[in-house]
């Protein structure tokens, strides 16, 4: 009803500038000496003479036959009224139309009560210099372009996360026929709170949930309440809130919840005093519901571990649903609702690229067929062959591989090729059930003068002999570079993998207990920070660990001399040419 009033306002307010533009701006206003004007008066041209009581410097007069509006200094004299209308000239004091008089008045008082309207709904607030610039912005439009994609989207289209899907579709029910519930005792959940890795599809479930309900899709991020003045967050917190209350049934969204739902700070000097009271508004709504209402909270973050306890208990966001990554059947469903779309080769398996595509989130299979189809389209084919499909593959992995490669030296890439041959043998020895994808000492633009892809298999956990494993396998690089060119000429290239390494070894340490010494007590537990007992267990631990694999390499130096021939001969290796080599 708002929306409609102002629309018409507005309107209104238009075709009023329009009309007093073509009173007033139309009308020529011409300078004219006096002199001149009692020419004209002699020669009976003059037709009307306005005086303007504000500013009686000047007049103007009115030519017969002429549109235009002269303005002539005012001699002031006793007898110049008399002497106009002896000359039979009309004489006119400050008089103007009519209707231009209530075109002002009405321009003046519409945009007085639009001006007005914004300011009080912009923000709530004193501070008008923080009005939400959205809200100004959905004035004058249909529901936002959130609201219409959330309608059109449903369950059928989230692939993968069954388990997720089974835990909202009895709130869609709810949302649709409370009174089913109501009859047994049943109290709708106040909120669902959405968290996993990102690009998972946590917003493509929200939006599916109010899509499958068919009711209105509010959707806000966290970092829209975060503003520098205080109160400014709280208020847009109950502005979001009574907009969906005008609503029977409405879904609102907060996508990175995690912005404004931070556990709150124990002492006083390290609070913060806008995120505090825009978490307590929040808070407050959410506790200000009544039961059955229809109206559902829906967060999203990718930190659950960062939200404050009292955002998580029940009956503010009482299910805690996770969006994982999608195994392998859901990769394939993915894959397949992307392809649809796009035309492929009959030599493109999508069953194969789902077992291939480990890890892989929703948003990077997206990502992954949208560069095949570009890398199509940059060689002007009409469909998408597997040649595509594995470009876009390694492109998405490590980034797109560097043209010139002039400036790298024959000592650079021998070194290249051990340091990945060591990765490529540690992983066919110690892990045999990994698939190596691709071995390459291409350098890519991100920097990586080669890379190693292994796949491991679909699993829902993973054993204490496979992670010291995957620790070797990060250690191997290195290993083989100090048994070949010796310790004084090992480089920097292993910088990453002693990254991941490191922080593998805390987690096998720490995080899943799996050393005796250390037993199962977690360090992360403990607010005060590192242990400095874990510290040495863990330098203790890479430097053993680094040595067996060293050993291993050592061991099996034969092989790790053919796959490096035959890398720098070919460049590249996929796991075919790997189990050759080392059959």
């Known amino acids: 009803m708002k929306r409609n009033f102002l629309i018409v306002l507005s309107f209104l307010i238009l ?65 110049f009224t008399e002497y106009l209308l002896l000359n039979k000239i009309e004489v006119n004091y400050g008089k103007e139309n009519v209707l231009g008089g209530l075109l002002k ?48 989207i449903t369950l059928a289209q989230v692939a993968g996360n069954i388990e997720a899907k089974s835990m909202v579709e009895d709130i869609i029910s709810f949302i649709q026929n409370p009174d089913k519930y109501s009859a047994v005792g049943a109290r709708m959940p106040k909120g669902l709170l959405l968290y996993g890795p990102p690009g998972t599809g946590k917003t493509l479930m929200a939006k599916a949930i109010a899509g499958e309900a068919g009711v209105p899709f509010f959707a806000m991020s966290g970092s829209d309440f975060v503003q520098m003045y205080v109160g400014v967050g709280a208020s847009r917190i109950r502005n979001l809130f009574n907009k969906a209350k005008k609503s029977d049934k409405a879904v609102i969204f907060i996508d990175e919840i995690d912005a404004i739902g931070k556990k709150r700070a124990r002492n006083v000097s390290a609070s913060n005093d806008e995120r505090d009271q825009t978490l307590n508004a929040l808070l407050t709504e959410m506790s200000g519901f009544h039961d059955n209402q229809g109206i559902i909270v ?70 992954l067929i949208n560069e095949a189809a570009i890398n199509a ?33 024959e000592k650079d890439r021998r070194i290249t090729a051990y340091h990945e041959s060591g990765h490529a043998l540690a992983t066919t020895l110690l892990l045999p059930e990994h698939f190596i994808s691709k071995v390459t000492i291409i350098p890519s633009v991100r920097g990586a003068g080669g890379f190693n892809l292994s796949i491991p298999k679909d699993t829902m956990f993973q054993s204490r002999r496979q992670l010291k494993a995957n620790i070797q396998v990060l250690l191997a690089g290195r290993a083989a570079e100090e048994l070949i060119f010796g310790s004084e000429e090992i480089t920097t290239g292993a910088s990453n993998d002693i990254q991941k390494a490191s922080r593998l070894i805390a987690d096998y340490l720490d995080k899943y207990g799996m050393d005796a010494e250390l037993g199962l007590f977690s360090v992360e537990a403990l607010e005060e920070g590192h242990d400095s007992r874990l510290i040495s267990k863990c330098r203790a631990f890479m430097n053993s660990t680094y040595e067996e694999t060293r050993k291993t390499i050592e061991e099996n130096l034969p092989l790790l001399e053919r796959i490096t021939s035959e890398l720098l001969e070919k460049e590249s290796l996929n796991g075919t040419d790997i189990e050759r080599i080392c059959a």
Do not use: C
């Open 377 to 409: 389209g940059n060689q002007m084919e009409p469909i998408i062959t597997k040649e595509h499909i594995d470009k876009a593959f390694y492109t998405v992995i490590a980034g797109a591989p560097k043209t010139d490669r002039s400036y790298i030296t």
């Open 105 to 152: 008045v009405f321009l003046v008082v519409g945009i007085a009560v639009l001006v007005f309207w914004y300011i009080k709904n912009g923000q709530n607030s004193g501070i008008t210099k923080n009005v939400n610039k959205k809200n100004w912005k959905r004035l004058f439009s249909t529901p936002t372009k959130k609201e219409a994609d959330a309608k059109s």
């Open 298 to 367: 829906i967060g999203a973050t990718n930190r659950l571990d960062t939200l404050d306890e009292a955002l998580l208990r029940p009956g503010r966001f009482d299910r805690h649903i996770e969006i994982g990554l999608p195994d392998v059947n859901a990769r394939k469903h993915i894959l397949s609702l992307y392809a649809n779309k796009k035309p492929l080769s009959d030599d493109v398996d999508l069953e194969d690229l789902a077992k291939s595509t480990v890890y892989f989130s929703g948003a990077m299979l997206e990502t």
């Open 15 to 79: 075709l009023a500038i329009g009309l007093t533009a073509i009173l007033y701006l139309d009308k020529k206003d011409v300078k004219m000496s006096y002199p001149s004007f009692l020419e004209a008066v002699d020669r009976a041209q003059v037709a009307e003479v306005i005086v303007n009581e504000a500013d009686n410097n000047t007049f103007q007069a009115k030519l017969k036959n002429d549109s235009s509006l002269y303005t002539v200094p005012n001699p002031k004299t006793e007898n």
